[in-house]
C-alpha cells in the first residue's frame, strides 16, 4: 500500500474517534491557481462520519461530521494519504493502531 500512487478510496474505522475515515483521491478539480503556483500537484478529500443509529431492519443513515482536504507537493501514495488525512480529521499524530482499514478502492477494481 505504501508504494504505489494513490487513484481511489479508503473506509477505515477510528476506534478512538468511533467514527468511519473516508478518504477519496483527487481528481485535480479543486487546485485553486493559488495552490498549483505554491508547488501543490495533488490533493485527496477526507470526510468523518458516523451512524446515527444502528437498527437492522432500517437505513444506516450517517451523520456527517468533518470534511477537508490535505494538499501535497508530490503525488501522494494511500499511506500518505490516510496519515495527512487522520492528523488533519483529529488533531494528532497518526496511530496505526487506532485506524481499521475497512475497504480500500481504486480505479483497477470494478
Known amino acids: 500500500m505504501e508504494n504505489d500512487t494513490f487513484g481511489g478510496a479508503i473506509l477505515a474505522w477510528v476506534k478512538s474517534a468511533k467514527a468511519f475515515l473516508k478518504v477519496q483521491a483527487g481528481t485535480g478539480d479543486n487546485l485553486l491557481e493559488e495552490d498549483i503556483r505554491e508547488g501543490f500537484t495533488d490533493y485527496c478529500l477526507w470526510s468523518t462520519f458516523r451512524p446515527e443509529s444502528i437498527d437492522t431492519d ?39 493502531n487506532d485506524v ?9 477494481q470494478p
Open 58 to 96: 432500517g437505513e444506516l443513515n450517517m451523520e456527517c461530521l468533518d470534511s477537508g482536504m490535505v494538499l501535497f507537493r508530490e503525488n501522494c501514495t494511500p499511506g500518505e494519504a490516510l496519515e495527512s488525512s487522520y492528523r488533519q480529521a483529529f488533531g494528532k499524530d497518526f496511530d496505526r
Open 100 to 108: 481499521i482499514i475497512l475497504m480500500r478502492g481504486n480505479d483497477e
